[in-house]
């Protein structure tokens, strides 16, 4: 069936270049298992491998996943050290395999509130996958779409006491001073576990982008169900606010 699946959407018209995710529902799936929530995490970390491999394969070029908001600070301290732990692990067992397949890992979010240990590991994820030329994975720790909006508002707003002229604030210029602006915006965004809403997600990159919400809980999203969401995207009339001529 997920060979099928991707050689549908091959031929089924165009790919999204970038795709964003959402994972939620690990808490669920750990409760529903009767396991603490740090298992659902734990779980949700092979969805991940299944995915970047997935969009690697669909022809993806970039994916950017809400790995860890800033509000998830405020969780329990005893989950919020178990969620620093595994991302240690998840680079010290992953790096290997994301070198090999060409995956260039960038970290989006303020990376300083992170523990010397997790920092850590974040610039080595960095550094060793710099130059790969396969798949963008962009990983959002302790990110907030809001708190990055100010953020390039303040760095307008000192561009601006240099010298900048106010009639040289365009889209463009708020766009470069974004975490992604090395990147086109995206044009899927997928949510699992059936959640209608962004979660301060991306809030300025949304604009225009394709929405899939899928009832799966994370841990049990894999490629299949990554393919059924490209596929359904292939499926959409993209307007940009036009209409059809």
């Known amino acids: 069936m997920t060979d099928d699946l991707?050689?549908?959407?091959?031929?089924?018209?165009?790919?999204?270049?970038h795709v964003a995710i959402i994972m939620d529902g690990n808490g669920r799936w750990a409760r529903s298992r009767f396991m603490p929530r740090p298992m659902g995490h734990r779980a949700g970390v092979k969805a991940l491998r299944e995915t970047v491999e997935g969009a690697k394969d669909a022809g993806v070029k970039v994916l950017t996943i809400f790995a860890f908001s800033q509000e998830n600070w405020s969780r329990p301290q005893s989950e919020v050290g178990a969620l620093?732990?595994?991302?240690?692990?998840?680079?010290?067992?992953?790096?290997?395999?994301?070198?090999?397949?060409?995956?260039?890992?960038?970290?989006?979010?303020e990376v300083e509130r992170l523990g010397p240990r997790a920092r850590k590991a974040v610039d080595r994820?960095?550094?060793?996958?710099?130059?790969?030329?396969?798949?963008?994975?962009?990983?959002?720790?302790?990110?907030?779409?809001?708190?990055?909006?100010?953020?390039a508002a303040r760095a307008l707003a000192s561009d601006v006491k240099d010298g900048m002229s106010l009639d040289e604030i365009t889209e463009e210029e708020f766009s470069s001073r974004l975490y992604t602006s090395k990147w086109p915006d995206p044009d899927l965004l997928i949510?699992?576990?059936?959640?209608?809403?962004?979660?301060?997600?991306?809030?300025w990159q949304l604009a225009y982008t394709e929405i899939y919400v899928t009832d799966v809980l994370w841990p049990d999203f894999d490629r299949e169900e990554l393919f059924r969401a490209i596929e359904d995207f292939q499926g959409r009339d993209r307007r940009f606010g036009k209409v059809p001529v």
Not at 90 to 101: M, P, Q, R, S, T
Not at 125 to 139: M, W
Not at 191 to 203: H, K, P, V, W
Request: net charge negative.
């Open 6 to 17: 991707l050689a549908r959407i091959q031929v089924g018209g165009e790919v999204p270049h």
């Open 84 to 109: 620093m732990a595994l991302l240690q692990e998840f680079v010290a067992k992953e790096i290997g395999d994301l070198k090999k397949n060409g995956v260039e890992v960038s970290v989006l979010g």
């Open 125 to 151: 994820l960095i550094q060793e996958t710099a130059g790969g030329d396969q798949l963008n994975l962009n990983i959002c720790v302790s990110y907030g779409s809001r708190a990055e909006i100010v953020r």
């Open 191 to 203: 949510r699992t576990s059936g959640e209608f809403r962004i979660s301060n997600f991306l809030l």
